[in-house]
C-alpha cells in the first residue's frame, strides 16, 4: 500500500512546493487547505498529470472536528508515514500594544493549537506503542522564533518559538516509538504569506538584512523537509534547521 503525507497548508507556498515534492517520490499526498480551493485543486491536479496520487482537504487546522476530517481522509489512501506540520498565518503589521485578543487568539489557534492537534493525531496513527509502523513529523518554524519579530507581529514569532519546544520535546517523548520529530527554521522566503503584513515589497525591501543578499524560494525549503522526511537523515530527530541564508 502507498504510503501517506499529509502538508497542512499544501495548497501554496512552501506547502505546494512539498506536497509536490513528496508525490514525486511516491507519496500519496493529502493537500489541506483552508479556503482557496483552485489552489489545492491546482497541486492536486499538477500531481495527477505527473503520474502521482493527491486529494485536496478543506480544514481548518485550528478545528478539532476538521483535523480528525483531514486524518480521515489520509486514511483512506494508506499508512501515514509523515505529517508536513506547515499551514500558518501572519497577520498586519503591529506591535503588541495595538494587538486585539481576537486577533491573538485567531493567530495562535492556528499557528500552533492547530500544530498540536495534527501532531496528536499523527502520533496516535505513527507510534509503535500504538500499533503504528512509525513515521516522521516536520513542523515549520521561522527565524522570528529567535529574531522576535519587534513591531511586526511578536505573536507570531512567540507562536513559532512555541514550535521550537513542541519539535524539541515530541522528539523526545517518541523517540523510541520510530517517530522522528524535527523541524525547519525558513528565513524570507518568497511566498504570499508577505502580503499579510500589509507591507508593499517586503521580501525586496529585506534582501540587504540577508547575508546571501536574496530571498530563499519555496522549493529550497522543500529540499530540506524531503531529507529530513528521509533515510538520509534516519538519526536526526529534535531538529530545527534553519534555511534562511544566514539570517538567524
Ligand atoms: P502561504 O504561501 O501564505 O500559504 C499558507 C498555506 O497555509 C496555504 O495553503 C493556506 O491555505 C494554508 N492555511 C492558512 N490557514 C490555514 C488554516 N487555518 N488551516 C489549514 N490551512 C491553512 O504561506 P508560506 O509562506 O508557504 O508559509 C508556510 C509556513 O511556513 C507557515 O507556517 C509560515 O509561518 C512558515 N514560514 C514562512 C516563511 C516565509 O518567508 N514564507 C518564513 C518562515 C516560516 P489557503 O490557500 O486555503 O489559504
Same mark, same amino acid.
Given at each position: 500500500?502507498?504510503?501517506?503525507?499529509?502538508?497542512? +497548508?499544501? #495548497?501554496?507556498?512552501?506547502?505546494?512546493?512539498?506536497?509536490?515534492?513528496?508525490?514525486?517520490?511516491?507519496y500519496a499526498v493529502v493537500v489541506n487547505y483552508a479556503s482557496n480551493q483552485s489552489a489545492a485543486d491546482?497541486?492536486?491536479?499538477?500531481?495527477?498529470?505527473?503520474?502521482?496520487?493527491?486529494? /485536496?482537504?478543506?480544514?481548518?487546522?485550528? @478545528?478539532? =472536528? %476538521?483535523?480528525?476530517?483531514?486524518?480521515?481522509? /489520509?486514511?483512506?489512501?494508506?499508512?501515514?508515514?509523515?505529517?508536513?506540520?506547515?499551514?500558518?498565518?501572519? %497577520?498586519?503589521?503591529?506591535?503588541?500594544?495595538? $494587538? @486585539?485578543?481576537?486577533?491573538?487568539?485567531?493567530?495562535?489557534?492556528?499557528?500552533?493549537?492547530?500544530?498540536?492537534?495534527?501532531?496528536? &493525531?499523527?502520533?496516535?496513527?505513527? #507510534?509503535?506503542?500504538? !500499533?503504528?509502523? +512509525?513515521?516522521?513529523?516536520?513542523?515549520?518554524?521561522?527565524?522570528?522564533?529567535?529574531?522576535?519579530?519587534?513591531?511586526? !507581529? *511578536?505573536?507570531? /514569532?512567540? #507562536?513559532? +518559538?512555541?514550535?521550537?519546544?513542541?519539535?524539541?520535546?515530541?522528539?523526545?517523548? *517518541?523517540?523510541? &516509538?520510530?517517530?522522528? *520529530?524535527?523541524?525547519?527554521?525558513?528565513?524570507?522566503? %518568497?511566498?504570499?504569506?508577505? =502580503? @499579510?503584513? !500589509?507591507?508593499?515589497?517586503?521580501?525586496?525591501? $529585506?534582501?540587504?538584512?540577508?547575508? $546571501?543578499?536574496?530571498?530563499?524560494?519555496?522549493? &529550497?525549503?522543500?529540499?530540506?523537509?524531503?531529507?529530513?522526511? @528521509?533515510?538520509?537523515?534516519?538519526?536526526?530527530? +529534535? /531538529?530545527?534547521?534553519? *534555511?534562511?541564508?544566514?539570517?538567524?
Amino acid at each position: 500500500m502507498t504510503n501517506v503525507a499529509i502538508v497542512t +497548508g499544501g #495548497s501554496r507556498g512552501i506547502g505546494r512546493a512539498t506536497a509536490l515534492k513528496l508525490a514525486k517520490i511516491g507519496y500519496a499526498v493529502v493537500v489541506n487547505y483552508a479556503s482557496n480551493q483552485s489552489a489545492a485543486d491546482e497541486v492536486v491536479g499538477s500531481i495527477a498529470a505527473h503520474g502521482g496520487k493527491a486529494v /485536496a482537504v478543506q480544514g481548518n487546522v485550528a @478545528s478539532e =472536528d %476538521d483535523v480528525r476530517a483531514i486524518f480521515a481522509a /489520509a486514511d483512506k489512501l494508506g499508512p501515514l508515514k509523515v505529517l508536513i506540520n506547515n499551514a500558518g498565518v501572519m %497577520d498586519r503589521q503591529n506591535r503588541l500594544d495595538e $494587538m @486585539s485578543l481576537e486577533r491573538l487568539k485567531r493567530l495562535f489557534d492556528i499557528n500552533i493549537l492547530g500544530a498540536f492537534l495534527c501532531a496528536r &493525531e499523527a502520533v496516535r496513527r505513527m #507510534s509503535l506503542k500504538h !500499533g503504528g509502523t +512509525g513515521g516522521v513529523i516536520i513542523n515549520q518554524s521561522s527565524a522570528a522564533a529567535v529574531l522576535g519579530a519587534p513591531a511586526l !507581529g *511578536v505573536e507570531y /514569532a512567540a #507562536s513559532k +518559538g512555541a514550535m521550537d519546544v513542541l519539535t524539541i520535546g515530541l522528539s523526545r517523548e *517518541v523517540a523510541a &516509538e520510530g517517530i522522528r *520529530v524535527n523541524a525547519v527554521r525558513p528565513g524570507i522566503i %518568497d511566498t504570499e504569506i508577505h =502580503d @499579510s503584513s !500589509g507591507i508593499k515589497g517586503r521580501v525586496q525591501m $529585506m534582501r540587504d538584512q540577508i547575508p $546571501m543578499k536574496r530571498e530563499g524560494k519555496a522549493e &529550497e525549503v522543500a529540499d530540506v523537509i524531503l531529507w529530513l522526511c @528521509s533515510e538520509q537523515s534516519s538519526y536526526v530527530t +529534535g /531538529a530545527i534547521v534553519p *534555511v534562511a541564508g544566514g539570517r538567524c
